[in-house]
């Protein structure tokens, strides 16, 4: 494991070169009864190398809350290696990864929640797929975001729930499959009728991939609309 501080131009950079991590209790004094494995409060740039693995501990008190990576501000993830995020048993809410922002640029990230009376494998207001796979995984919500935005690679959201938390629409020129069933197995194509995401979606599973041309997939909700379609990017 590598830290190197942030500078005037770059944000903070954290290096994990196959490495195991587990949680503690969170070093904020405001949140008592929460407990991070990986927690920031500014912006970070999270470099995977080899096979990593995130565990948080459990929070069992009320109100307990535990995170497998918590991050105030942004966290972007890149490198060629892999991650596997896990939240742990709370009293509280138990979440895989919460960032205001998260952006993976490249690699395999797996987050995943604990057991919770609220569940997220990934929580926050925007997450974006540049690169590689995600896989987030929740006992309630696979993911919770205002914004979803897969540019390149793949996105799979699962959750016993749903697999999105947030209502939205999807169309345009995409490899989507879905099940109503909290796993991949006989996944189907989407057939663009039911709902994806949101209250009226049957699907704990969903699985959005690039197709050949290239598309932003972007849910996103402002206000009391909810407004989902895609961009051509250049």
Do not use: H
């Not at 005037?8 to 494995?37: C, F, R």
């Not at 709902?195 to 206000?223: H, R």
């Amino acid at each position: 494991v590598k830290f190197t501080p942030a500078t005037d131009t770059d944000p903070a950079k954290l290096t994990l070169t196959k490495a195991t991590i587990g949680g503690a209790q969170s070093p904020d004094p405001n949140y008592p009864g929460e407990t991070d494995a990986i927690y920031s409060k500014m912006d970070f740039e999270l470099v995977l190398v080899g096979e990593n693995t995130v565990n948080a501990t459990p929070a069992p008190g009320d109100g307990g809350e535990s995170y497998g990576i918590s991050c105030i501000e942004e966290l972007n993830i890149s490198g060629q290696g892999s991650l596997t995020v896990n939240g742990a048993k709370a009293g509280g809410g138990s979440y895989g990864v919460a960032a205001f922002k998260l952006t993976v640029n490249s690699g395999t990230v797996n987050a995943a929640s604990g057991e919770g009376s609220e569940s997220y494998g990934f929580y926050g207001n925007t997450l974006t797929v540049n690169g590689g796979t995600v896989t987030a995984t929740g006992k309630n919500y696979g993911v919770s975001a205002f914004t979803v935005i897969v540019d390149s690679g793949t996105l799979e959201a699962v959750g016993e729930t749903r697999a999105f938390e947030l209502e939205s629409t999807l169309n345009g020129d995409y490899t989507v499959l879905v099940n109503t069933d909290a796993n991949s197995s006989n996944a189907q194509a989407w057939n663009e009728q039911n709902a994806l995401v949101g209250e009226g979606s049957p699907y704990k599973y969903v699985k959005i991939t690039q197709a050949d041309k290239k598309y932003n997939v972007t849910f996103t909700i402002e206000g009391d609309d909810t407004y989902g379609s895609p961009t051509e990017s250049t």
